[in-house]
């Protein structure tokens, strides 16, 4: 079996890496550092949480040992998507390197220029850096990228979503084209392809698993949850996370908890603060410092639980971690299997759960079918038992029958009743005097004489004359 010592590394490099533990490298490290050793450009394709960053990192350590970097230039460049990866990287360098006297500089967002431009100026080994801040000093005329020996692109695929891929493209542009180039994904987008095969030459292509894989050490599952009420549904949803950590018990020793949108990894890691849970969010646009200072906190074991957007899912390094909550179904279902493979890193066994809302089915499907298995589902924490069914009432045929008999004999009683009784007289019912008036035109009832005009009941003022009555 492979050992670091039969790698061909540098001596320095090799006792550093006996320093930190370990003996026997993973199979990306020991697919990519003897091509990488040999001058060759390598394509490294491997799932998260298999030890790429070592896989570049040494050999270029052991082809650096030698050499000295002019001012603003650079032998070797390293680009990363975000800046913890970043800042992770560098912290690989400053462990493997630490019997080399070499130079690095961390090119990344939030931290001052004056800073960045003063490492530079002295010259550095190794610049790792962030896409969009490489070229900021790059167009402040601080930097020239014509001394790089070795380029290195990490998590390319990340790259890609995040929107870099023109900005890869101009650097790779500023650098020589006898460069030796490095570049390692975790899986292989039509477009990533495109550029491995304008800027690698002949690389030896190193994958040792199929893309997009999750680690068997993960075990995965899944909560299916549907809220009451559309606006309690939010509220709903956290009390079902806090249901799963708190099912989890102790074996839950720290978590990450992720989330699709930064203003929901802000409420989810105020509401768990808010039921007493040691919890604290990351995402980016929160100041560099706050981030470096809760990442490092969490890796320390300062802090249990970490709630973060994605641009924690990938790269980071905390190989302790226990748990992976997705808060919510990640839109992309290459982003779950980098968010699940926080957990389960170096052949440690790790557990990723899942809550899935109704919308989110399609997306959940797009997780089962990228990863070729379906994911276990587990039953809500907090679900309600159902009721029981209501016992059928007791038959009562026995009383029914005693029952029928008075029944039908009153019935009987009453319909002989009905038929003795003699029918009712039919009596004609008084005519109104619409009918009476009918019976012939001008005659009275009674028999007396037509009443014409007003009869005998005139009133006497009627038949005075007009100069009688005006003098009345």
């Given at each position: 079996?492979?050992?670091?010592?039969?790698?061909?590394?540098?001596?320095?490099?090799?006792?550093?890496?006996?320093?930190?533990?370990?003996?026997?490298?993973?199979?990306?490290?020991?697919?990519?550092?003897?091509?990488?050793l040999a001058g060759q450009d390598v394509l490294g394709i491997a799932q998260t949480g298999t030890g790429k960053t070592a896989g570049f990192t040494l050999p270029m350590l052991s082809l650096l040992a030698r050499g000295r970097a002019r001012a603003r230039m650079p032998r070797s460049l390293v680009l990363c998507p975000t800046r913890e990866l970043a800042?992770?990287?560098?912290?690989?360098?400053?462990?493997?390197?630490?019997?080399?006297?070499?130079?690095?500089?961390?090119?990344?967002?939030?931290?001052?220029?004056?800073?960045?431009?003063?490492?530079?100026d002295k010259g550095v080994d190794v610049l790792i850096a962030t896409p969009g801040r490489l070229l900021d000093h790059?167009?402040?005329?601080?930097?020239?990228?014509?001394?790089?020996?070795?380029?290195?692109?990490?998590?390319?695929?990340r790259m890609l979503d995040m929107g870099f891929i023109p900005d890869i493209e101009r650097i790779f542009s500023l650098t020589p084209f006898t460069r030796q180039t490095l570049f390692f994904s975790a899986t292989m987008a039509p477009e990533i392809e495109r550029i491995t095969n304008t800027f690698l030459s002949a690389p030896a292509k190193v994958e040792v698993a199929r893309q997009a894989t999750a680690s068997e050490t993960i075990e995965q599952s899944v909560v299916e949850f549907k809220g009451s009420r559309k606006d309690r549904s939010a509220t709903e949803k956290r009390n079902v996370l806090r249901a799963l950590i708190d099912a989890e018990g102790d074996k839950c020793t720290n978590a990450i908890i992720?989330?699709?949108?930064?203003?929901?990894?802000?409420?989810?890691?105020?509401?768990?603060?808010?039921?007493?849970?040691?919890?604290?969010?990351?995402?980016?646009?929160l100041d560099q410092s706050q981030r470096m200072k809760t990442l490092n906190g969490f890796r320390e074991g300062s802090l249990r639980i970490?709630?973060?957007?994605?641009?924690a899912a990938r790269g980071l390094d905390v190989p302790s971690v226990s748990h992976v909550f997705n808060f919510d179904v990640p839109g992309h279902a290459e982003d779950y299997v980098h968010r699940i493979g926080r957990?389960?890193?170096?052949?440690?066994?790790?557990?990723?759960?899942?809550?899935?809302?109704?919308?989110?089915?399609?997306?959940?499907a797009a997780i089962e079918?990228?990863?070729?298995?379906?994911?276990?589902?587990?039953?809500?924490?907090?679900?309600?038992?159902?009721?029981k069914p209501?016992?059928?009432?007791?038959?009562?045929?026995?009383?029914?029958?005693?029952?029928?008999?008075?029944?039908?004999?009153?019935?009987?009683?009453?319909?002989?009743?009905?038929?003795?009784k003699p029918a009712p007289q039919r009596q004609e019912k008084p005519r109104g005097r619409q009918q009476q008036q009918r019976r012939g035109k001008g005659r009275r009832d009674d028999g007396g004489p037509s009443v014409i005009g007003m009869g005998d009941h005139m009133p006497s003022f009627i038949a005075l004359s007009f100069e009688e009555r005006m003098a009345s």
């Open positions: 079996m492979t050992k670091f010592s039969d790698l061909n590394l540098n001596p320095k490099v090799l006792k550093a890496v006996n320093d930190a533990g370990y003996e026997q490298p993973t199979p990306i490290q020991a697919g990519a550092i003897p091509p990488a800042a992770q990287v560098a912290e690989n360098f400053d462990t493997y390197s630490k019997y080399l006297k070499l130079t690095k500089a961390l090119l990344i967002g939030g931290v001052s220029f004056k800073e960045q431009d003063t490492l530079i790059f167009e402040r005329g601080k930097l020239l990228l014509t001394g790089v020996q070795i380029m290195v692109v990490d998590e390319a695929d992720f989330c699709n949108r930064k203003v929901d990894v802000d409420i989810v890691a105020k509401s768990l603060k808010k039921y007493k849970y040691d919890a604290a969010p990351i995402h980016g646009d970490l709630v973060a957007s994605d641009v957990t389960g890193r170096a052949g440690r066994e790790g557990r990723a759960i899942t809550i899935c809302e109704p919308r989110d089915q399609k997306g959940l079918a990228l990863i070729q298995k379906d994911i276990h589902r587990i039953e809500n924490p907090l679900k309600k038992s159902e009721p209501k016992a059928e009432p007791k038959k009562v045929e026995a009383t029914k029958v005693e029952a029928v008999a008075p029944v039908e004999q009153a019935k009987a009683e009453v319909v002989e009743l009905i038929a003795e």
